[in-house]
């Protein structure tokens, strides 16, 4: 969905260094997600965010940290990348007003590959 | 936790109607029932939601039955385009951290 973006598309980086995926968004949408996707596995939520002022973590935070500097964007840090976080890391949205389960607007992923 | 269960695999041809299930046995109050589709390399897509008995939209129906344990995604006359992963998820908007995206049904359409 071109409405959600993620930079950089591929990244090749090496196990220590620090590693800043970025989000952004031009649905309007106050809720904000990161996932990861490892080969033949489904998405696991790593952290979320309902607004700028709120952050959460997901099933699997550990490793990672995130910032949100406005509604429309929302950054994903590796602090100290490692092999184990090489994964494709999707970016996705959903907007608060929506009664019930909200639907999710994906970006189109970045593939990270920690050497 | 709302962990769902669905087949790993599917086949099917062209024209044919797909069912996909997915068990949630232990489906909280508040879940909603969504299914996503998903290509490769790309980011899931929401196909359709519901709460029980029958939703259908333009692409899908979902049929939930009254004790919402499990659902059934149906695709009408796939194409081979319909290849894809499919999957079921279970959860309300209160609680994010409990939406799990499990490993999805792989559906392959052949001509």
């Known amino acids: 969905d071109a409405d959600v973006t993620q930079t950089p598309r591929n990244r090749i980086t090496k196990t220590g260094k620090r590693i800043m995926l970025e989000c952004s968004q031009t649905k309007g949408h106050d809720r904000m997600y990161w996932y990861r996707q490892d080969p033949g596995l489904g998405l696991r939520l790593i952290y979320y965010s309902f607004d700028v002022k709120d952050i959460n973590k997901g099933e699997i935070s550990d490793g990672y940290s995130v910032s949100r500097q406005a509604q429309a964007k929302f950054s994903l840090s590796l602090e100290s990348a490692i092999p184990n976080q090489t994964a494709l890391y999707f970016c996705?949205?959903?907007?608060?007003?929506?009664?019930?389960?909200?639907?999710?607007?994906f970006g189109p992923g970045t593939r990270l590959t920690v050497l | 936790l709302a962990k769902t269960t669905q087949p790993i695999s599917m086949d099917s041809y062209e024209g044919q109607e797909v069912n996909i299930t997915c068990s949630h046995n232990n489906i909280a109050t508040n879940d909603y029932i969504t299914w996503y589709q998903q290509f490769p390399s790309q980011g899931p897509r929401f196909i359709i939601q519901g709460y029980k008995t029958k939703v259908t939209n333009e692409v899908a129906s979902l049929f939930i039955p009254a004790d919402r344990k499990s659902s059934t995604l149906s695709l009408p006359r796939v194409s081979l385009s319909d290849t894809a992963v499919y999957y079921c998820l279970v959860g309300f908007s209160g609680g994010y951290n409990k939406l799990i995206f499990g490993a999805g049904t792989r559906l392959a359409v052949h001509p």
């Open positions: 996705a949205t959903s907007d608060f007003r929506l009664a019930g389960g909200p639907e999710q607007f």
